[in-house]
């Protein structure tokens, strides 16, 4: 364990429970002519023994992995694309329907949810540190501030465009270790009845379906109900509401207001509860997610080798950030995976972090079937499935390491 590993919430000692060693970015996709040294830092999680929250013990500078080239859109699925949707048009009936009102948004990317809001004619702020995802906002409609939100930001916002309704961030504050600055600035910019809305992939979907693969540098926090209603008590707000989201292989809302603002529903009390029961911050059980995580890598590298010695061609399906974990910790290569196809234009042509498998687009997976399809973004197989049925009707099979590993 890295000696001195402490909470980014409470201070106190974090107990690693799995390392899997030296890491690249898992969002820097590299140009195949560029020789220099890949930015690498050690990927290892723990579970602080005082509040329960489990995290990295090591940080990734932020400028590392959010700047002008950050890759990832939000619009590169139609799943999501709704989500967004039905959640902006949810605030608008909800939350946004009073007198002039306000929403922030943390990490906006490229305008997915903000879009509706601004075509609604609402006062909206995006906050998004990459620069050209932001840009992509922009041609948007979307008001864009090119920052990282921090104490800083939130007090300038206040100064310039007053407080919010509602602050929301999906996949972003999971991403930021410096969660004491977020928190200050959430409760200086809202409103005295304002909520602060996010939503992440959740630890007990990560533990059930032993999804080690959403861990990586950009995963800093894997929240619970219980280690963020401490997280929030601890930041003098409350979490009055929780609601399991199907998205990105499970993830919880989870809704924040200042003490005794809201009704704090019994959702929150009954994930709490269901936590306990299921001890999901226990390092006992921590540490048989790591064993199971291991023996996936066993199974999958078997498989894979051995297809390949059987002469099949293998192609991996999505150049996810959770796929670096996967190949890299698993030691998965072009010699095992040709390429990889993906619809994100920023990834295409490059080459995978670390593991340097080509990355194509998804013509090149039709075109010329493999006979297997290692399937890195799982979270959307639905959408996925539902748009390859030919692949399957000419023979094709999908290999799946989630829940373990198993050809289909
Ligand atoms: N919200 C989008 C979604 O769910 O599809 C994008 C999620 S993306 C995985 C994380 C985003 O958070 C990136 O666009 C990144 O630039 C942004 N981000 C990282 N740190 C941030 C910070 N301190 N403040 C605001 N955005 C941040
Ligand atoms: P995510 O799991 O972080 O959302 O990343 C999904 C990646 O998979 C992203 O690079 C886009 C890519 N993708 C495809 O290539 N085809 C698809 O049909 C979908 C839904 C995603």
Redesign the pocket.
């Known amino acids: 364990m890295a000696p001195g590993a402490r909470c980014r919430i409470c201070g106190e000692t974090v107990v690693e429970f799995l390392d899997f060693g030296t890491q690249p970015l898992s969002d820097a996709f590299r140009d195949p002519a560029d020789t220099t040294d890949e930015f690498t830092y050690r990927l290892a999680v723990g579970v602080c023994g005082e509040c329960g929250m489990v995290q990295l013990t090591e940080e990734v500078p ?1 400028e590392e992995m ?1 700047h002008e080239d ?1 890759p ?1 859109l ?1 619009r590169g699925s139609a799943v ?1 694309r709704r989500h967004f949707q039905e959640l902006a048009e949810r605030f608008l009936a909800t939350e946004l329907s009073g007198t002039d009102p306000f929403i922030v948004e ?4 490229d305008g ?1 949810m903000l879009k509706t809001v601004a075509e609604a004619g609402v006062r909206h702020l995006g ?4 620069g050209a ?1 932001a840009d992509l906002a922009a041609e948007e409609g979307v008001r864009v501030r090119k920052d ?3 104490e800083t930001t939130a007090l300038d916002i206040v100064d310039t465009e007053g407080r919010a309704d509602v602050i929301y961030a ?3 504050l999971c ?2 270790p410096y969660m004491a600055s977020i928190l200050r600035g959430v409760t200086a910019l809202l409103k005295p009845n304002g909520v602060f809305v996010f939503e992440d992939p959740y630890l007990g979907d990560i533990l059930e379906k032993t999804s080690f693969d959403q861990i990586y540098d ?1 995963h800093f926090f894997f929240f619970s109900a219980t280690s963020v209603d401490e997280m929030a008590r601890r930041h003098g707000l409350e979490l009055v509401d929780v609601e399991r989201l199907p998205v990105h292989g499970g993830e919880v809302r989870y809704t924040l207001a200042r003490p005794g603002a809201r009704t704090r529903s019994a959702a929150v009390d009954e994930l709490c509860e269901e936590e306990r029961r299921r001890r999901i911050s226990d390092l006992a059980v921590l540490e048989d997610f790591a064993r199971k995580v291991r023996v996936i890598r066993d199974e999958l590298v078997e498989l894979l080798t051995r297809l390949r010695a059987e002469g099949h061609r293998i192609v991996g399906y999505g150049a996810t950030a959770k796929s670096a974990t996967v190949t890299n910790f698993c030691g998965i290569g072009p010699e095992l995976v040709e390429f990889v196809c993906d619809t994100t234009p920023a990834k295409q042509h490059k080459l995978t972090p670390g593991s340097h498998i080509p990355v194509r687009p998804p013509e090149a997976f039709s075109q010329d079937y493999p006979s297997y399809a290692l399937l890195f973004a799982w979270n959307h197989s639905e959408e996925i499935m539902a748009k390859e049925q030919d692949f399957r009707k000419a023979g094709g099979r999908w290999i799946r390491y989630v829940p373990h590993v198993h050809v289909v």
């Open positions: 932020r959010f950050y990832y939000s999501m943390l990490g906006c990317n997915t906050v998004e540190p990459s995802v990282f939100f921090e999906a996949n972003t991403h930021i950009e």
